[in-house]
């Protein structure tokens, strides 16, 4: 069975701040990570996976993420918060028995 | 857009009774997935079809049934329903059999108010 980690339910940056969000995984197989993003009423949108091979992984709108798989980590990263990066933030698992396991979420404020 | 429908976007209703909530997936994609999410639970994988067939269960419970029709929509049924059951409902689509690399492609959901 695998599972996913976030820390911190909640993280408050500045407009042209890093935004990290931090995701640990745990998984039996060699996992498949992937990064949601859920905007107020909406439905969850990907912004970037990570299968196999490179192990830094960049996605849409500026957000990238790397696999490390010492740390059993996949943090999410942007070297430059903007407002409409507000949002909550959702990192997945999956491995081998078709379903996605999702972390609790991170919500994003940005402070102008 | 994901070009996932979900209908209704809101549903209000009350204890005890059913309700039906609809999925259309992406043009092509032949799986459907449901999820729930709740304040207290979070996001919560309840069922996988393929090509109509089941192909995997989650926390779903017995009152709540789902399938897949042969024009690929599915429709997710919840009965004798309960408060707790009051969330958001997800459907996704991905294009192949859900193995781990497939994309899944989000609907904008159904909101489920149980009173």
């Known amino acids: 069975a695998q599972s996913v980690t976030q820390l911190g339910s909640h993280v408050s940056v500045s407009e042209g701040a890093l935004v990290l969000l931090r995701c640990n995984y745990s998984?039996?197989?060699?996992?498949?990570l992937f990064w949601y993003v859920q905007y107020p009423n909406q439905g969850l949108q990907l912004l970037l996976k990570?299968?196999?091979?490179?192990?830094l992984v960049k996605g849409i709108n500026g957000f990238e993420a790397e696999f490390k798989k010492s740390e059993t980590s996949f943090h999410l990263t942007k070297p430059s918060a903007h407002m409409s990066d507000a949002a909550e933030y959702f990192c997945?698992?999956?491995?081998?028995?078709?379903?996605?396991?999702f972390g609790a979420g991170t919500t994003v404020t940005v402070r102008a | 857009d994901s070009g996932v429908t979900q209908t209704p976007k809101h549903l209000i209703t009350a204890t005890g009774q059913r309700v039906t909530l609809r999925c259309s997936p992406r043009?092509?994609?032949?799986?459907v997935y449901w999820y729930q999410q709740s304040l207290d639970q979070g996001l919560q994988f309840l069922i996988q079809?393929?090509?109509?067939?089941?192909?995997a269960k989650g926390n779903i419970l017995e009152r709540f049934s789902a399938q897949q029709f042969p024009d690929l929509h599915s429709e997710l049924n919840l009965s004798s329903l309960e408060l707790g059951d009051s969330a958001l409902y997800f459907c996704?689509?991905?294009?192949?059999?859900?193995?781990?690399?497939?994309?899944?492609?989000f609907g904008p959901g159904t909101r489920l108010t149980v009173l």
């Open positions: 996704a689509s991905s294009v192949g059999d859900g193995t781990s690399t497939d994309t899944q492609y």
């Open positions: 079809y393929y090509n109509g067939e089941e192909r």
């Open positions: 990570y299968t196999t091979g490179a192990t």
């Open positions: 998984s039996s197989v060699p996992p498949y």
């Open positions: 997945a698992v999956s491995s081998n028995d078709y379903k996605l396991s």
């Open positions: 043009s092509g994609d032949l799986s």
